[in-house]
């Protein structure tokens, strides 16, 4: 396989994460121009599109490298297949550890103020008594 084709396989399997890549994009800039108080779990968001991201890059890299040197390796043809796999699998479970941190993300709570910093609840005003 030549340097082109590979470099051409991994541009038109990176070109199938393009969407992926640009909501990450847009979710990064969405959080980090908020301010911290009004994004809550904020380190979650950040990891879990990070995550993401990172594996729309990688991910194309390593099968392109995987297509190119499987054949000139010593690996028999018929476990080829179960190496391509035991990739899919691990990608499956890097992109639900990130959709994990999205969920955190979601349900994080910020942490309740202490007793003593709480303002005062007012008293529930009383309707004036009239008897009948």
Do not use: N
């Amino acid at each position: 396989m030549s340097m082109s084709s590979e470099v051409t396989m991994f541009l038109s399997m990176l070109g199938s994460q393009v969407p992926v890549i640009l909501a990450c994009v847009v979710s990064f800039l969405v959080i980090l121009t908020h301010s911290a108080a009004e994004v809550r779990g904020r380190s979650w968001a950040l990891m879990g599109f990070g995550l993401l991201c990172l594996l729309c890059l990688v991910m194309p890299a390593v099968q392109s490298i995987a297509v190119a040197v499987l054949p000139k390796s010593g690996v028999p043809v018929e476990f080829r297949p179960w190496i391509f796999t035991g990739l899919a699998v691990f990608w499956s479970l890097l992109r639900g550890v990130a959709y994990l941190c999205l969920l955190a993300a979601l349900v994080a709570r910020p942490a309740a103020p202490p007793l003593m910093d709480r303002p005062p609840v007012p008293p529930v005003p009383r309707p004036p008594y009239e008897p009948r």
